[in-house]
């Protein structure tokens, strides 16, 4: 009988794993809320480049120095999954994930981005691995997705809402269009890591409502 160590990385995607999600949900806060309080389009692009530079790195160093990586064990098992221990973790394309959104889109369209993979993508998870009981497609409930869409749809609300002068009206039918077509985005079996492909997915389709709808940032 084969037996574990207290050390070992043994949670999977199925797993709940709440300090990984509580470490994606802060980490994806905190980078949306910095932004908006205390930076320029400009020194966010900069900061996040050297950010996501140093998680590459670090994982380079991870993955191809073991003995270096054993000594970080007693942290890892926490945010870390089992497959991610030959390979690079979901930290490198969460931090291109935000780069690449804060690069491409305006400040209030990649806030709402960036809350939105930072708060529906874990809480998904978290819904669809504890209640997810009718499945849609492969790995995917819908008791997770309406999770996300929710979710989604609130802080698009509450992000374009807050402190706006935006016609009520268009914002709400906005905030509608985007979380159903993001959580129908969400849905597909696409193999690309979802902390890169959601934001971005996600300013595009507020970029492309706001457009449709003519509000104007």
């Known amino acids: ?100 959104t804060i690069f491409t889109f305006p400040k209030l369209i990649a806030v709402t981005a960036v809350f939105t993979l930072a708060i529906s993508d874990p809480l998904s998870a978290l819904i669809g691995i504890s209640y997810g009981k009718t499945h849609i497609v492969k790995e995917k409930s819908l008791e997770g997705s309406l999770a996300f869409l929710s979710s989604s749809f609130i802080i698009t609300l509450l992000t374009f809402s807050i402190g706006s002068d935006f016609s009520t009206w268009r914002v709400w039918l906005m905030a509608v269009l985007t979380s159903i077509s993001v959580s129908a985005f969400e849905m597909l079996p696409i193999k690309i890591d979802d902390n890169l492909t959601i934001p971005l997915a996600m300013g595009t389709f507020l970029s492309l409502y706001c457009w449709l709808l003519g509000i104007n940032l």
Not at 2 to 17: A, C, G, Q
Not at 84 to 100: D, H, N, R, W, Y
């Open 1 to 100: 009988m084969e037996t574990t160590t207290s050390n070992e990385i043994t949670k999977t995607r199925k797993n709940l794993h709440i300090p990984r999600r509580l470490f994606h949900m802060s980490a994806g806060s905190g980078v949306a809320i910095i932004y908006v309080l205390f930076l320029s389009r400009e020194k966010a692009i900069t900061i996040l480049g050297i950010a996501a530079s140093l998680v590459y790195l670090l994982e380079q160093i991870r993955i191809n120095y073991p003995h270096i990586a054993n000594k970080l064990a007693p942290f890892m098992k926490y945010l870390y999954r089992a497959e991610e221990q030959l390979k690079e973790s979901a930290g490198v394309p969460m931090a291109m994930g935000f780069l690449l």
